[in-house]
Structure formats: C-alpha cells, structure tokens
C-alpha cells in the first residue's frame, strides 16, 4: 500500500484528503507544522508528499528546500491557495514535483497522485484494475466494462463508481461520496450524487447500486 504524508495545518482539508486517499486505497499520514513535516519526510518511508506552503513553524518551501538539499528524491506535490504564476515557479525550482492550487478536486489529485507513483514505482505496486461481478474498472485507461461491453463513463460517473467498486458491499454515505467527487467546497445538501447515480444505474444496470434510505448506496457484490 502507498504511503501519502499530508502536511496540512487547515483541520478541514486534512480530514477531507485523508478520507478520500484511504478511500482510493493509500495510507495516510497528517502533519500540521512544517518542522514535523521535514522530521517525517526524513524519518519514515513515503511515496509521496502533499505539501501546504503555509505552515506554523516553518515555510513549506523551506521544507521542500531541507528535502531536496538532502539529495531525497521523494515526489512532493504543493497543495496551496497561492496560484501567483511567480509562486509556481518558485516552487517548482525549489523541487517540487507537481503544483496544485486550492480549491481542487479530488480525482485531480488522485489522478497526479497516481502520475507521480508511476514515475518512481513499477506498475505492479499499484493496482490499476478493480473488478466486481462483471464489471471491469481500468484506472490507468479510464475504461469500464460491464460483461465485456466497453461503456463510457465521463470522469464524475467513473470516479463516483470507482469509489463504490473500491467498497463493494459497503454502505456510502451521500457526504463520502459528495466530498470525494465533487471536493471539500461543494454545496453539502446538493442532490448531485443522487442525480449521478441515476445516470449510473441507465448505464450499468438499476439492480447494480442500492439505495439504503437515509444513509447513502451501496455497490451489490
């Protein structure tokens, strides 16, 4: 299982980065200051680093610049508010490997998350192909097929049914499921989810996704 190290000192993004990471299949760590970040970059084994650049006690380019001047090569993606092209330069030449700004959207994460793994791992770390009953989820295609039939999903269907396939059996909360697709800043009582997983069920069948009333769906197995 890849290790992800969060230094984030906002309680709210870290909670929602955590939860949709796990989600996805990585471990997570949490580290709201800058000096336990560098401590922990340095001291344990991760694959990759999701940076906030403002950090109590230490700036995460300073950070970033401990890492690098150390000669670790471990992929680093800043995650700010700071989206000043002179920022992303700065931070980029310091070593960082990826820059994104807030607000985002998970399976944009997931997806450089994933790019940066890729670079420095060998396919098999990773697990690229889900599968439950007939249906066939490729993460690295971003293809389904249901029976050996290809159906094509847009990227909110298919990241909404690989959260699900992740969890086959499992009741998800309509909260779970609007934070991981649509991201920490959406309205909380949309009926987004509810709209997708109608399009889901055309798609893929009305028998494939319960609905257990009040709490949320689940992936039948």
């Known amino acids: 299982m890849n290790r992800i190290l969060i230094a984030e000192d906002e ?37 990759v680093m999701l940076l906030d650049l403002v950090l109590p006690g230490k700036h995460g380019l300073q950070v970033l610049e401990e890492i690098r001047d150390r000669g670790e090569q471990l992929p680093i993606i800043i995650l700010t508010a700071f989206d000043d092209v002179q920022d992303k330069v700065a931070g980029l030449e310091a070593g960082a490997d990826d820059y994104i700004t807030k607000p985002f959207r998970l399976e944009e994460l997931i997806a450089r ?13 990773e697990e690229m192909l889900l599968q439950v009953g ?53 309205e909380p009582n949309s009926n987004i989810v509810d709209v997708y997983i109608g399009y889901l069920r055309k798609k893929l069948g009305n028998k494939l996704i319960e609905t257990v009333r009040g709490i949320g769906y689940r992936l039948r197995e």
Do not use: C
Not at 113 to 125: G, I, Y
């Open 134 to 186: 007939n249906i066939v989820l490729d993460l690295r295609k971003r293809q389904v097929q249901v029976a050996k039939r290809l159906v094509e999903l847009p990227i909110r269907e298919f990241t909404l049914l690989e959260m699900l396939m992740r969890h086959p059996g499992e009741v998800i909360s309509r909260e779970d499921l609007l934070n991981h697709v649509w991201g920490y800043d959406y």
């Open 113 to 125: 998350v994933r790019v940066q793994l890729r670079k420095t791992h060998s396919p098999q770390k």
């Open 11 to 47: 309680p709210r993004i870290s909670a929602f980065l955590k939860k949709g990471l796990e989600a996805n299949g990585f471990a997570t760590t949490i580290v709201e200051d800058g000096n336990g970040a560098a401590y922990l970059a340095r001291s344990q084994d991760f694959d």
